[in-house]
């Protein structure tokens, strides 16, 4: 069983005190050497940067408010070269707790130098069923199952929830070239495979528990889809989405796709950002979203 553990949580404009004081108790009570530090990547949101300096209050823990925002992959790379202990924990601040045996499934876990714990989907309400990101998260949820992700190991590496080495990470870190929202985990998966780096799967998952407004998750979609074209020729072989824009491109198909689509592209994103989304257009929006940002983005030999 380990005995030191550097919990570290990158935020940006949201305040994660119950999500640390959680933390800090599952933590203290297993009588380990640990620290919680939360980086907050340049918040513009005076209140939730008010209420998360309660975070330094806590034992072992520290707020650590950075000036500019650097992105999703440097304040992970930031939090590593900050942190104190040979292991480390990184989980979004979004997240909440939903086991009380989080912390210390993660100390008995052996065997390699990555361990990804994995996500749970929070319950359908009335307003949730309006909610454009649970809608989505909650249809892909199935694909999140320890059993289907040891299926991908490297491909369905992601950033919520996992532990690693911190000499490991240190040696790899993340790919500070995607400073756009998405895909940076995908990226530091690729890496992990690459090097051969061990990587495991459990089932300890964190609580996707709340989600923003539709049109914000339109747009950090549209980011995504961005991050994808900037970095096909990296993302190619595990993004299914541009393996799919690949096909139609090959099959010169994406250019009538192209015409059928932009026509009600403005009417579909109405709709995906309104109060009672739907997600096969959500689906339809990406794939037409891409094809556009790529039409003639592949060589003419592809």
Not at 133 to 144: M, P, T, V
Not at 197 to 213: A, K, Q, R, T, Y
Request: charged share 25%; hydrophobic share 45%.
């Amino acid at each position: 069983m380990k005995n030191q553990l550097s919990i570290l949580i990158p935020i940006y404009n949201q305040c994660c005190v119950p999500l640390i004081e959680a933390l800090a108790k599952q933590a203290t009570a297993l009588d380990i050497d640990f620290e919680i530090i939360v980086a907050d990547d340049g918040s513009t949101d005076e209140l939730s940067v008010r209420q998360n300096r309660a975070i330094n209050a806590l034992p072992s823990c520290r707020y650590w408010e950075r000036p500019v925002n650097v992105g999703r992959a440097a304040i992970r790379n930031a939090l590593a070269r900050e942190s104190r202990y040979d292991w480390l924990l990184f989980i979004d601040g979004d997240l909440g707790v939903v086991r009380s045996d989080f912390v210390s499934s993660y100390l008995v876990a052996e065997g390699t130098d990555v361990v990804v714990g994995g996500i749970v989907i929070g319950d359908a309400t009335v307003q949730l069923s309006r909610n454009l990101r649970f809608l989505y998260e909650k249809n892909a949820e199935r694909h999140h199952t320890v059993d289907c992700r040891r299926l991908r190991p490297y491909a369905d590496f992601h950033t919520a929830n996992f532990m690693i080495r911190r000499t490991t990470m240190l040696d790899v870190l993340f790919d500070e070239c995607f400073s756009r929202y998405g895909h940076e985990d995908v990226a530091f998966g690729m890496q992990l495979s690459r090097r051969g780096v061990s990587i495991s799967h459990i089932d300890n998952p964190i609580g996707f528990l709340s989600f923003e407004p539709n049109a914000l998750f339109v747009d950090k979609t549209d980011q995504a889809i961005q991050n994808l074209v900037l970095h096909r020729d990296v993302l190619l072989e595990v993004s299914r989405l541009l393996a799919l824009a690949e096909r139609l491109h090959k099959s010169r198909l994406d250019l009538p796709l192209k015409l059928l689509y932009k026509p009600f592209r403005k009417a579909i994103r109405r709709q995906l950002c309104g109060e009672n989304p739907v997600l096969a257009l959500f689906n339809i929006y990406k794939i037409g979203e891409m094809v556009i940002q790529l039409t003639g983005g592949f060589s003419a030999d592809s």
